[in-house]
């Protein structure tokens, strides 16, 4: 538990950022529970209480405030990002094989989606004859792009074929002079 931690006590740190990373970090100040809420508890309620922790990773300082007292791993947010802050390492590995699962899922839900997209275009298409009209114009010049691609990629191709038979000719008249 984070109320628990001493100064130069390990913690693990996952950035979720673009970039993903694990630091491990030490703990440089003696944190002190204090309640999460500056309002007096209700009666019967108890009070949650949280903790400030300064942790030193990679030469970094981090300020991590508002971290649940009771708790083993919590999210937090350092620097623009969100980090998942842990004493365990156990509690990081099963953060990491959610975000891998979230990932995966989101992975495997694009045929679904891309299916849908186009019944959604379809189903504009029906309802809204503009959007149909600007739909055919836009296949329409998708297919002339690509012909013409083709036609340029035959045309490198030709004028390649007929440039060493040029050059030859030129030697050739070259020698004759």
Do not use: W
């Amino acid at each position: 538990m984070f109320q628990s931690i001493r100064p130069n006590s390990q913690i693990y740190i996952l950035h979720k950022g673009d970039n993903m990373r694990v630091d491990i970090g030490f703990v440089t100040n003696q944190p002190i529970p204090k309640p999460k809420y500056s309002m007096p508890q209700t009666f019967g309620q108890p009070q949650e209480l949280v903790v400030d922790l300064v942790v030193k990773a990679n030469n970094e300082v981090m300020n991590l405030n508002g971290i649940p007292a009771q708790a083993d791993v919590a999210d937090s947010f350092s620097n623009g990002e969100t980090v998942v802050v842990s004493t365990s390492r156990e509690a990081i590995n099963a953060e990491l094989v959610s975000e891998k699962q979230k990932s995966l899922d989101i992975v495997k839900s694009i045929p679904y989606h891309e299916k849908r997209a186009s019944m959604c275009d379809t189903l504009l298409g029906q309802l809204n004859p503009e959007f149909a009209e600007k739909q055919n114009q836009k296949e329409e010049l998708s297919q002339l792009k690509e012909q013409v691609n083709g036609l340029t990629a035959q045309v490198s191709r030709l004028v390649e074929a007929l440039m060493p038979q040029k050059h030859q000719r030129n030697e050739q008249s070259l020698e004759n002079h």
